[in-house]
């Protein structure tokens, strides 16, 4: 319900839930903006909007591998996020 708000869910390859993911949030040069952990529901979400751009959403958790996400941050609604790890 607010603008250039993150929120989103990390999954393992079977779909369930992953705690404890961190997940890095670069700008479009590269420089890191936020750092946020998945919580026991898998959840992540940032407590401030970003300033308009693009964006690069990485994940890291031992022993898994997940695609990087790019978002654009418009001033808009940005819809949930779903990270799923790579079988």
């Known amino acids: 319900e ?5 929120t989103g869910l990390v999954l393992d390859p079977a779909g369930s839930y992953l705690e404890g993911v961190i997940l890095e949030l670069s700008d ?12 026991k529901l898998g959840q ?6 970003l300033p308009q751009g693009t964006y690069t959403l990485i994940a ?7 695609p ?3 978002l654009n ?6 819809s949930p996020i779903i990270i799923k790890a790579q079988a």
């Not at 941050?73 to 940005?78: H, R, W």
């Open 2 to 6: 607010h603008p250039n708000l993150l």
């Open 28 to 39: 479009a040069a590269g420089l890191p903006v936020r750092a946020l952990r998945s919580n």
């Open 44 to 49: 992540f979400m940032t407590a401030t909007p």
């Open 60 to 66: 890291e958790k031992e022993g898994l591998q997940f």
């Open 68 to 70: 990087p996400f790019t």
């Open 73 to 78: 941050a418009e001033n808009k609604i940005i």
